[in-house]
Structures are given as C-alpha cells and as structure tokens.
Nanobody
Framework: QVQLVESGGGLVQTGGSLRLSCTTR????????MAWYRQPPGEQRYLVAA???????NYADSVKGRFTVSRDSQKTTMYLQMNDLKPEDTAVYYC??????????WGQGTQVTVSS
C-alpha cells in the first residue's frame, strides 16, 4: 500500500517562502499524475494544484503565480514551492492523486502557518 509523506511545512511571515515535499513509503507510486491539496482551519480540503501526465500543471486561482509544482529527476518526489505566502495560505497541505482518481490513503499532511 502506498504511504504518502508530506514534509516541509512551518511557520513563516507574510511574504515568505516554503518548499513542501511529497514522497512515498512502502509501495512506489508514479508521480506523473499527482496533486497538492490543502485544508485550512475549519474548512474542507480542496485542490491547490494538479500535475497531469507529468507535464501539465493546473493551479487554483488563489495560488497562481505564487506556487510552483515540480518533481525530482527520479520522479519519486514532488515539490510545492510556495512564494509570497499570505495568511490565507495557512492550512495543512497534502499530496495525493488527482481529484478524478480514487485517492490513496491520505498522509498526515504538513502544517503551513503564515503570520501577518
């Protein structure tokens, strides 16, 4: 079974940057079709960015121009570079397959807190 592991979160000030990582333990999972999600406090989890067929990336309007999805050369780790962070980016961030696919078990996520 695939275990998704997110890391890289933390506390930053408005305007700061963080880079999140997503990798797997156990069964290897391809990273050609993956996505980042986030769940703000008291809200439901929703899609932030989706990678399709290894080369097409769609971003939520709220993060477009500030967040960038990438992968390492071995395609075993996916990253989310987050720049110009805002307090409304505060959330637990998760990676998983794209919304149209049956998700793998969700990992614990990584907390991102942006102070004003």
């Amino acid at each position: 079974q695939v275990q998704l592991v997110e890391s890289g979160g933390g506390l930053v000030q408005t305007g700061g940057s963080l880079r999140l990582s997503c990798t797997t333990r156990g069964q290897v999972r391809g990273f050609n079709n993956m996505a980042w999600y986030r769940q703000p406090p008291g809200e439901q989890r929703y899609l932030v960015a989706a990678l399709t067929n290894g080369d097409r990336i769609n971003y939520a309007d709220s993060v477009k121009g500030r967040f960038t999805v990438s992968r390492d050369s071995q395609k075993t780790t996916m990253y989310l570079q987050m720049n110009d962070l805002k307090p409304e980016d505060t959330a637990v961030y998760y990676c998983n397959g794209p919304p149209q696919c049956t998700p793998d078990p969700w990992g614990q996520g990584t907390q991102v807190t942006v102070s004003s």
